[in-house]
């Protein structure tokens, strides 16, 4: 049985010497217990031990899951998102962090318009640029801005990205920075209704060169709940 509880406390501690290192307050870091594929009691369970904040990455699962979980949770979506599901998390997150083009956001401002909501939305960057990757291109970044800026209800936040793959987390350090460096250039532009507060990056293996480069949501799950098994 994994403790999730002593996983979560260890964790924090170790954001906490992240944040010392880099001359950072440890509150300007939110740890997002990412429980995808991990059961209701589980994360009933880290919320007993003081974590509020959770993050899931697949819709159906969301759906059943956030109706199985009792306790008073604040979710975030992360994972890859179809327009046609957007309807299902309306009302139910209070931020999405995968939003990496115009049509989706489209559909994100169209159903929290319904419920005459605001929704807090990070926009996703493919920060390394890679093939298969969901995120938006570099390039395509400040129209992705501009146009989600103009659309009802969605507030835009900040940045999220998912680097490229490395086992050694000094590798990842370089997209980090240069995240930080895009959210800096994206508030130079001052459009009214953009802030950049917010930067999500950092995993189990990189939270924390995420945080010494500025992460302000760092999003971790094997580290919190154990190995997941793969889904499909
Ligand atoms: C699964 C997932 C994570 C957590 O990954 P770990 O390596 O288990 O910490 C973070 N972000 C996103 C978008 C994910 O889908």
């Given at each position: ?18 944040c010392r ?91 929290w318009q319904?419920?005459?909501q605001p ?114």
């Amino acid at each position: 049985m994994m403790d999730i509880a002593a996983n979560i406390a260890s964790i924090r501690q170790r954001i906490g010497a992240a944040c010392r290192r880099a001359g950072r307050c440890p509150a300007e870091v939110r740890l997002i217990a990412v429980s995808k594929v991990k059961p209701a009691e589980q994360i009933d369970a880290a919320f007993a031990s003081g974590q509020q904040l959770f993050g899931e990455s697949y819709v159906q699962e969301f759906r059943d899951k956030s109706s199985a979980v009792k306790s008073p949770v604040e979710w975030h979506f992360l994972g890859g998102l179809q327009s046609n599901k957007v309807k299902y998390l309306r009302g139910r997150v209070a931020m999405i962090h995968s939003v990496d083009r115009i049509s989706l956001a489209e559909e994100i401002s169209r159903q929290w318009q319904k419920i005459d909501q605001p929704i807090n939305v990070l926009l996703q960057v493919n920060i390394g640029e890679e093939k298969q990757k969901s995120g938006c291109l570099l390039g395509n970044l400040e129209t992705l801005v501009r146009t989600v800026a103009e659309l009802p209800r969605i507030q835009i936040c900040g940045l999220m990205c998912l680097p490229p793959h490395a086992d050694d987390a000094e590798e990842v350090r370089p997209y980090f920075r240069r995240m930080r460096d895009l959210a800096g250039e994206i508030k130079q532009l001052q459009l009214p209704g953009v802030s950049m507060a917010e930067l999500s990056m950092g995993m189990s293996g990189d939270f924390e060169v995420a945080v010494e480069e500025g992460a302000t949501l760092v999003r971790v799950g094997t580290a919190i709940f154990g190995e997941r098994i793969k889904k499909g």
